[in-house]
Each structure stands twice: as structure tokens, then as C-alpha cells.
């Protein structure tokens, strides 16, 4: 009878625990888990990167950036002095229309993924928690050393404009000693296979 009543138990244990989990320690011994159920994936394209670029023009950027660190400068300011024709602006415009130009050029269709999931924390008690969505950015590093071969400049340009628009502020730090980066950069070199770029 104890047989029978054990064999239940051992089976749902084992259902817990999947080997294809990715499992991050932390310093202290508590465990982030990302499950494949909690992931999901959407690419990143030439055309998604263009749009995201057009859209944070400098009038954007005197928004966030200048209107949000000084009481002397409103948005309606920027909208007055950023837009296009603007006393103010005539170096951010040049940058922003060469890097639409360089998004445009690039050879390169398949940009990046955008890997949004869910982790469980497991803390010292064994208690699981469970973690807010996150999504992270993964770069398709081996579609730019294969469009960008000898060509320095227009790499320095694409991955310019990719910075300045603002796309890879969702990038796993890879130097980062924080658990929760190391997890991000598993999702990252999990499901985010470029192989056949």
C-alpha cells in the first residue's frame, strides 16, 4: 500500500523539475527559474528597427532628456527649438537622418528577438515567488560580423543608430556579476538562435 501511495508522489516531483528550465544561483543560494512555458518570442526586423529610430526623433530626446532634468525647459520648448528647422537641433538632425540611412543600408534583415518571460524565485526557504514579465533584447551578433566583415565604419554607423534609438536598452549586461543579468543572458542564448541568419 505505502508502495502505491509513494509512486504519485515521486512522479509529481519529477513533473516539477525539467531539465530544459534555465536556472540561475544567486550569491546567497536562492534560485531564479525561467520555464519554456513562460517565454515567448518575437523577432526584431530592419523595418521594426527603422520605425523604433523614426519615432525617437530629437524633439523626443529634449522630452526625455533636457525636459526631464530642468525646470527652465518645458515641451513645448522642445517642439519650438528641436524640430526639424529648429535653432537647437541642426547636429541632432544630421545624426538622426544618417542613422535612418544606415538602418536602411544594412543588409541585415533579422535584426535582433525580443524574449519576454516570467521567472519563479526561489528563495532560502524554498518559497517560489514569482517575477514580474521582463523582456530583453538579444542582438544578432553573427548576422553583423557576417554583413560587416571589413567594414568598420558602416558597422560603428548601424550599431550607432540601433544606441541612439534607443533599441538595445533592453540588452542583457554580459558584465554584470548580478544573478538576474546571468539569467538574462541564458534566455538570450536559449532562444534566441541566430544560427541561420
Known amino acids: 500500500m505505502r508502495r502505491i501511495l509513494l509512486a504519485p508522489l515521486l512522479l509529481s516531483l519529477i513533473g516539477c523539475s525539467n531539465s530544459s528550465d ?3 544561483k544567486t550569491d546567497l ?3 531564479y527559474i525561467v520555464k519554456e512555458s513562460a517565454v515567448t518570442i518575437k523577432s526584431f526586423t530592419r523595418d521594426d528597427a527603422i520605425k523604433v529610430r523614426r519615432a525617437y526623433s530629437p524633439v523626443e530626446y529634449c522630452k526625455e532628456v533636457l525636459a526631464a532634468n530642468s525646470y527652465k525647459i ?3 520648448d522642445c517642439v519650438t527649438f528641436y524640430s526639424r528647422g529648429g535653432k537647437l537641433a541642426a547636429k ?4 538622426y537622418d544618417k542613422d535612418i540611412e544606415a538602418l536602411q543600408n544594412t543588409k541585415i534583415d533579422l535584426i535582433g528577438k525580443e524574449v519576454t518571460f516570467r521567472e519563479i524565485f526561489i528563495d532560502l526557504n524554498k518559497k517560489k515567488n514569482p517575477g514580474s514579465y521582463k ?4 542582438l544578432n551578433y553573427p548576422g553583423i560580423i557576417k554583413n560587416y566583415p571589413n567594414n568598420a565604419g558602416e ?5 550607432s543608430a540601433l544606441i541612439e534609438g534607443k533599441i538595445l536598452k533592453n540588452q542583457p549586461d554580459t558584465k554584470s556579476k ?12 536559449k532562444y534566441a538562435n541566430f544560427e541561420e541568419s
Open 74 to 76: 518645458q515641451d513645448s
Open 92 to 95: 541632432n538632425w544630421i545624426k
Open 135 to 138: 523582456t530583453v533584447f538579444c
Open 155 to 159: 558597422k560603428d554607423s548601424f550599431l
Open 22 to 24: 534555465i536556472k540561475v
Open 29 to 31: 543560494g536562492e534560485t
Open 178 to 189: 548580478l544573478a538576474i543579468e546571468s539569467l538574462k543572458n541564458d534566455v538570450c542564448k
